[in-house]
């Protein structure tokens, strides 16, 4: 039997979560080129740039995306405005949003303040606007919903402008470049996941 193959990336901004597209949008296979079979674990938006997991493991998805296992991800979130303490607060206890099957809240998280991030530019840039101020924060989750981070900065009046995923569990974007590939190999990827 052959062996799984197992891949971190970085997603850049405006390309598609998957490797079959429509022609006109960029897709995962126009920045990297994997074998057969291979695809995302979990997704990122369109919008959304950061921290992909490639593989062929159908087990490693079904562990990783499974509610019970509160795999920790990690987010940079530039949002429009000054972000208050009470919005903090707000999003660490949960707030509600909409997702297919009507309201819900979400669960308690970790949300920060944070000074801007040392990561690379995003192309195109984040509209600048002079009249109106910009704030970073990081938002530690163990859930995923539908554009979840968006709706949940949205949701205490400060919407998102640049989303990174940073961080799952151990395995982190550092010193990777937008449209990097490293290949990982299972024990070591496992053990970063914290998976037995």
């Not at 995923?144 to 949940?152: A, D, F, L, T």
């Amino acid at each position: 039997m052959l062996a799984n193959n197992y891949f971190i990336v970085y997603k850049p901004f405006q390309v598609l979560c998957q490797f079959s597209g429509d022609g006109v949008k960029k897709t995962l296979a126009d920045i990297f080129s994997v074998p057969r079979n291979v695809y995302p674990v979990g997704r990122l938006d369109y919008d959304s740039e950061g921290l992909l997991i490639l593989t062929d493991d159908k087990q490693l998805n079904a562990l990783l995306l499974s509610p019970k296992n509160n795999h920790q991800r990690e987010y940079y979130v530039q949002v429009e405005g000054e972000i208050t303490d009470d919005a903090i607060n707000n999003l660490c206890k949960g707030v509600i949003i909409t997702i297919k099957s009507g309201s819900y809240l979400t669960q308690k998280c970790k949300a920060e303040k944070i000074q801007t991030p040392n990561l690379p530019d995003r192309k195109p840039p984040v509209r600048f606007r002079k009249t109106v101020p910009d704030s970073w924060i990081k938002i530690i989750l163990t859930e995923g919903k539908n554009r979840q981070v968006r709706k949940m900065t949205a949701a205490v009046g400060f919407p998102t402008l640049r989303l990174i995923r940073y961080r799952i569990e151990l395995i982190s974007l550092d010193n990777m470049v937008q449209g990097e590939m490293k290949k990982i190999s299972k024990q070591e990827l496992y053990n970063l996941l914290q998976i037995k």
